[in-house]
Antibody, heavy 118, light 112 residues
């Protein structure tokens, strides 16, 4: 059974960079697509982007200029960096496993709350 | 504003049937990309409920079913139960702007 666990700071200063890591266990990271999705408090899901095991990436156009997602196969981890954050970036951040464009997101982490505040 | 449009809320009494719609466009559902549905129980992460328009993962009751036609998709829940009270999200792929996964805004199901 694949399991994903997010980790990182729960509080980030405005204008700083949000950094999160997702550790994958119970399955190989050397396949599939590895996604980040966020959910502002009381709101819906927003796809942030994904990294493929080959290293290729795809990002939400609305966040593309601020997002970097990378993969560390040796550590079975992948990471999210979101720069120049504002209060609007406060959300529950989920890491997840997806597939190619027609495939679903089949495994989700439990989520980690990141608050942007001074 | 979400790329896929869902009603904010639906409700039904135990035992009844409810449907949740998901309306897209020619660059996503209408381009014949698969639609997937997720159930998010209060305080938990989303869970895959329906994949590939109308397929249930192992363990999902057959009370849940999905369909797709044209630029829209629907999730149907029959024999409504109290534990079905949750938020439901549709998701597909959009081929505009270099392509991306897209979600609906979510629908809150209340079991009366």
């Amino acid at each position: 059974q694949v399991q994903l666990q997010e980790s990182g700071p729960g509080l980030v200063q405005p204008s700083e960079t949000l950094s999160l890591t997702c550790t994958v266990s119970g399955g190989s990271i050397s396949s599939h697509y590895w996604d980040w999705i966020r959910q502002p408090p009381g709101k819906g899901l927003e796809w942030i982007g994904y990294v493929h095991y080959s290293g290729s990436t795809n990002y939400n156009p609305s966040l593309k200029s601020r997002v970097t997602i990378s993969l560390d196969t040796s550590k079975t981890q992948f990471s999210l960096r979101l720069s120049s954050v504002t209060a609007a970036d406060t959300a529950l951040y989920y890491c997840a496993r997806g597939g190619d464009y027609g495939m679903p997101i089949d495994y989700w982490g439990q989520g980690t709350l990141v608050t942007v505040s001074s | 504003q979400s790329v896929l449009t869902q009603p904010p809320s639906v409700s039904g009494a135990p035992g009844q049937r409810v449907t949740i719609s998901c309306t897209g466009s020619s660059s996503n559902i209408g381009a014949d990309y698969n639609v997937h549905w997720y159930q998010q129980l209060p305080g938990t992460a989303p869970k895959l409920l329906i994949y590939g328009n109308n397929n249930r993962p192992s363990g999902v009751p057959d009370r849940f079913s999905g369909s797709k036609s044209g630029t829209s998709a629907s999730l149907a829940i029959t024999g409504l139960q109290a534990e079905d009270e949750a938020d439901y999200y549709c998701q597909s792929f959009d081929n505009s702007l270099s392509g991306s996964r897209v979600f609906g805004g979510g629908t809150k199901l209340t079991v009366l």
